[in-house]
């Protein structure tokens, strides 16, 4: 006999049982896809043999998601293998909302099969097969796989380490090796769709074999995938490359891949951004400096960034000599603080740039403003001494949370991330770094999570994502800590005590890229910018050539008070100019005619279609006036 315990809740078992008989025995709930026991995740098939603490995983959580997800992965194999039995199967993992599977074939699967495929996924899941947990050898492991011509799946084994667990999964005549845990039946898998197919490659390394990767999503209700579906149209519809081309904000071209060429509205929003967080910076007591684009190759091998990340740094040559167009600003900003002998009365000392880097990006991951090969990072190191670490980084965690409310961000996801296999720095210089962060976030009050070993070569990190109104997760701002690169980079300071010291270096980015930003304010906002952001904030149109004048004199006036106005003089019906500018976003639509003239005022309605009436001039202005100096993100 043992004890089980779920939710203080005391249960007495007189043998083993399997997860999924205890739970219909004692709960009898058709939600439960997995459970923890004793804080480890298990499949329900697991046995229940020991004392132990026993909680559930239900399909309407985020690990039971998971879980269905990575099962829906799994059955996309099952129909993959039986319509193209020669392709090879490489990995399926859970992402965002949903899954993929890459796999290697000689013949292309083209988007047009997707439907095939989708329900033969179906037909498979009503045929109610078991799907089966079994641990193996590793013998046994490479046996099956090899029996059945899967070359990645030999190599994923190559990578398990020795003694460590080797499962397969198998429903009917399909096998897969997988950690797990998965549904107990592929009845429960009802509510799915494959989205696309891209391009891939093995271990994520461009210079490996090109792979497919199909890409599908999974829920739990029908109604949970109809929504879910709905938003990718509303996210469709919102595309930034759709409305940058649109709304002449921007465009690519292929004599540049992955560099933006920005348009007059474009550039305007970018510059607006920029001048915000400038001023905010000023604010903050951070000195706004400029490093050169290309340094010498020497200087990125003692930094450690070349070694790191040496495929994406692009190289040039001058005179025998070999240099990096800058990746990163961080180097730099070193070299600036070596110049001139430094105090410890002097930290913190707050260099900031808006640092054009350039990165070579794999062909394959551009998309847009969202993913290039030339941007500008809001770049930013904090020279500081081990005593100022906690106030510098509880200052900078409330600076992103100000920044991101400002443009109508507030649902913020923060991680810890940890020391990465592949660092510098001693495990003393890590514990404290890492321990240095906890404690902010911990005075900040802020709910936080760890990702294990996702930290920068140099130092852990506090990574910031937030969420928009299509419920998308967005990476954004970032705090690392460094007590590596200074020393490397001979950075000093003299303390009280008269000795020489290495400062502590925080780097800082709020919003990461000034262009990836841009990308996605623009589809928050679905192209509707706020007034304080518009390339032009009012269009004014007459009703006939005889309001001309009247129109030309109130369009000076709001240019005097610094609004960007566009005058709509066409000889085209009211109706027409209406509709075309609030196609083109405009803010707000005046209208001038006889009744405006004759009563010195002007007409007002909004993009949105709100008729907001007549008012004078100076009554206009002073309401524009207060949505700019209030950034209000509604007209």
């Not at 799907?131 to 799946?153: G, H, L, P, S, W």
């Not at 040496?310 to 730099?332: H, R, T």
């Not at 075309?580 to 949105?608: C, F, H």
Request: aromatic share 10%.
């Amino acid at each position: 006999m043992f004890n089980v315990n779920v939710n203080d809740k005391e249960f007495k078992i007189d043998e083993s049982l399997s997860i999924k008989e205890f739970s219909r025995k004692y709960f009898n709930d058709v939600h439960i896809v997995a459970a923890k026991i004793d804080g480890n995740l298990k499949d329900l098939s697991d046995q229940i043999s020991k004392d132990c603490n026993l909680s559930f995983v239900t399909v309407d959580q985020i690990e039971g998601l998971e879980i269905l997800r990575h099962s829906c992965a799994h059955l996309l194999g099952h129909a993959l293998k039986q319509i193209h039995p020669e392709v090879k199967m490489v990995i399926g993992p859970v992402i965002n909302n949903g899954f993929y599977y890459d796999v290697y074939t000689k013949d292309p699967i083209s988007e047009t099969e997707l439907p095939k495929i989708e329900k033969l996924m179906k037909k498979l899941s009503k045929k109610n097969y078991h799907i089966v947990r079994e641990v193996v050898t590793r013998d046994k492991a490479i046996k099956v796989f090899k029996d059945r011509n899967e070359d990645y799946k030999l190599k994923l084994i190559d990578d398990i380490p020795d003694g460590e667990t080797i499962a397969i999964y198998h429903h009917e005549e399909y096998i897969d090796m997988c950690r797990g845990p998965h549904l107990v039946n592929t009845n429960l898998l009802k509510h799915f769709k494959l989205m696309k197919v891209s391009g891939s490659y093995w271990r994520g390394d461009s210079k490996n074999q090109g792979l497919q990767r199909i890409y599908g999503t999974a829920w739990d209700t029908e109604k949970s995938l109809d929504d879910h579906l709905k938003k990718l149209q509303e996210a469709d519809k919102r595309d930034h490359r759709k409305l940058g081309q649109r709304l002449d904000l921007f465009h690519f071209q292929e004599e540049s891949p992955g560099m933006v060429f920005w348009h007059n509205n474009g550039w305007f929003i970018f510059n607006t951004v920029k001048t915000y967080i400038t001023d905010y910076l000023i604010q903050n007591n951070y000195q706004i400096i400029d490093t050169p684009q290309i340094l010498d190759k020497s200087l990125w091998q003692k930094s450690g960034h070349l070694d790191k990340f040496s495929d994406l740094i692009y190289e040039v040559s001058s005179e025998d000599k070999s240099y990096a167009i800058k990746p990163m600003s961080c180097p730099g900003h070193i070299q600036v603080f070596n110049q001139g002998l430094k105090s410890y009365k002097d930290l913190p000392l707050k260099y900031a740039e808006f640092g054009k880097v350039h990165r070579d990006e794999p062909s394959g991951t551009l998309h847009g403003l969202l993913r290039i090969r030339g941007f500008t990072q809001d770049d930013a190191h904090i020279f500081c001494t081990a005593e100022q670490i906690e106030l510098e980084i509880s200052s900078l965690i409330d600076n992103i949370y100000e920044i991101y409310k400002v443009f109508g961000f507030h649902r913020i996801k923060v991680e810890l991330s940890t020391r990465p296999e592949k660092r510098v720095g001693s495990d003393e210089i890590w514990d404290s770094s890492e321990n240095a962060l906890k404690k902010a976030l911990d005075k900040n009050k802020v709910d936080w999570s760890i990702n294990e070993g996702d930290g920068a070569f140099y130092g852990p990190k506090i990574d910031f994502s937030l969420t928009d109104s299509l419920d998308r997760e967005w990476q954004l701002g970032t705090i690392q800590l460094d007590f590596s690169m200074p020393e490397r980079l001979n950075a000093s300071y003299i303390d009280k005590d008269g000795t020489k010291k290495v400062p502590v270096m925080i780097h800082r980015a709020m919003l990461g890229s000034i262009e990836r930003f841009v990308g996605i304010i623009i589809e928050e906002y679905a192209g509707n910018m706020p007034l304080w952001l518009a390339p032009t904030q009012v269009a004014i149109m007459n009703i006939t050539s005889s309001h001309d004048s009247y129109m030309d004199s109130v369009a000076k006036k709001l240019k005097r008070k610094g609004f960007r106005v566009n005058s709509d003089n066409r000889n085209e019906k009211i109706s027409l100019k209406i509709r075309e500018n609030t196609i083109a976003k405009i803010p707000y639509l005046v209208i001038v005619g006889d009744k405006e003239m004759e009563s010195n005022t002007i007409s007002v309605r909004t993009r949105s279609g709100n008729d907001i009436g007549q008012m004078s001039v100076d009554k206009f202005v002073k309401m524009l006036e207060t949505l700019v100096r209030d950034k209000s993100l509604t007209t």
